[in-house]
Nanobody, 123 residues
Framework: QVAPAESGGGTVQAGESLRLSCIPFGNTFSQAWYRQAPGKEREGVAA???????YYSDSVKGRFTISRDNGKSALYLQMNKLQPDDSAVYSCAAGFLDISPGTWFRIGKYNYWGQGTQVTVSS
């Protein structure tokens, strides 16, 4: 299993969009996006389970969409209506355990982590 790598980060203005990519997630069952802002704990943003069920944190629900392309072993995060509070380093994670509404955000569910990509949203 090769560690996944993120791409697509950058600097945008509030209200704009970005699409993050993470390749490859290999033979893992579940994948997720996390973010960490300076001085804050890492937080789960979104996840997708083995059967395709998706989960989101309350702070991004309705604005972000997680998806994957199994054929390309690619995970995506479409981020719309970005706000300055969304600024952080975004990392993808992949694991062999399935996830549920009560577990998808647990770091221990994921075995492989990317190094992260910076997203900066200016007001």
């Amino acid at each position: 299993q090769v560690a996944p790598a993120e791409s697509g980060g950058g600097t945008v203005q509030a209200g704009e969009s970005l699409r993050l990519s993470c390749i490859p997630f290999g033979n893992t069952f579940s994948q997720a996006w996390y973010r960490q802002a300076p001085g804050k704990e890492r937080e789960g943003v979104a996840a997708i389970g083995r059967g395709g069920a998706t989960y989101y944190s309350d702070s991004v629900k309705g604005r972000f969409t997680i998806s994957r392309d199994n054929g390309k072993s690619a995970l995506y995060l479409q981020m719309n209506k970005l706000q300055p509070d969304d600024s952080a380093v975004y990392s993808c994670a992949a694991g062999f355990l399935d996830i549920s509404p009560g577990t998808w955000f647990r770091i221990g569910k994921y075995n492989y982590w990317g190094q992260g990509t910076q997203v900066t949203v200016s007001s």
